[in-house]
């Protein structure tokens, strides 16, 4: 069972966005952030880090092969698809090579899809088809299971890389139940699109559940990092235990 666990962590640490989003975060400890991103036992798939901190991320792993991704619309999901896309384009220029961008998604609640889809839309013109687009959807503002799945479908429609669960700033992220639904949007489509579970996402056990859901829905060849990340920073201290760092 040790060497099952291991091998579990071993997985998750290589599907893990090591997240660090504080509004007061220093230079000083990104750099700390980046240098737990390449420990002994592995690296992570991405760092994901304010606009402000792309540059220090870049310098800080440069040649390791971790993704930067940053947020864009974020927390707050803005209706602005003209913020969204100068956001987007200083984040790529400082060097980002993924882009997390909150869903409008109060708009999709009021009924007005057409707004939602202009930011993901501004979004996806920005990235072009170099720079990977996650699209945070606030599953757990959105709460039911039909508003969850039109989100899906919009930002399926736009052509995003990943259906992200959560900003993690809300008092509901990350569920089984709403990745349930992400997934099987994901299936119907043939699987081209990613998955991220994000917030409150802390143990191994947490981090299995998903992995195991989401290879049930798409087959264990589909959960790699170009298809599946969870978003965390607590997860990476279950899993340096669990390898005895």
């Known amino acids: 069972m040790s060497d099952n666990r291991q091998s579990l962590a ?127 959807l606030e599953t757990g503002e959105l709460a039911t299971p039909e508003l969850i799945r039109t989100a899906a479908e919009l930002g399926l429609e736009a052509g995003v890389d990943f259906l992200k669960t959560s900003t993690g700033k809300v008092p509901v992220n990350a569920t089984l139940d709403a990745a349930e639904i992400l997934l099987d949007a994901i299936a119907a489509r043939g699987g081209q699109c990613g998955f991220k579970a994000a917030g409150g996402v802390r143990t191994l056990d947490e981090a299995s559940a998903y992995v195991a859901l989401a290879e049930r829905r798409l087959g264990a060849d589909w959960v790699t990092a170009a298809h599946f990340r969870i978003g965390a920073s607590a997860l990476l201290d279950a899993i340096t235990t669990e390898l005895g760092g």
């Not at 000083?28 to 792309?54: K, N, S, T």
């Not at 974020?74 to 961008?101: K, W, Y």
């Open 10 to 136: 071993r997985q998750v640490l290589g599907l893990l966005d090591l997240t660090r989003l504080g509004e007061d975060d220093t230079p000083a400890q990104i750099e700390a952030l980046c240098a737990r991103a390449v420990g002994p036992q592995g690296q992570v798939a991405a760092v994901c880090v304010y606009p402000e901190h792309v540059t220090t991320a870049r310098r800080a792993l440069t040649g390791s092969g971790v993704k930067i991704a940053s947020v864009v619309n974020f927390p707050d999901g803005g209706e602005d698809p003209g913020r969204v896309e100068r956001e987007t384009r200083r984040a790529i220029a400082a060097g980002a090579d993924e882009i997390d961008m909150v869903l409008a998604w109060r708009a999709l609640q009021r009924g007005e899809a057409a707004i939602a889809r202009a930011g993901v839309d501004a979004c996806r013109a920005a990235c072009g088809p170099g720079i990977a687009l996650k699209l945070i």
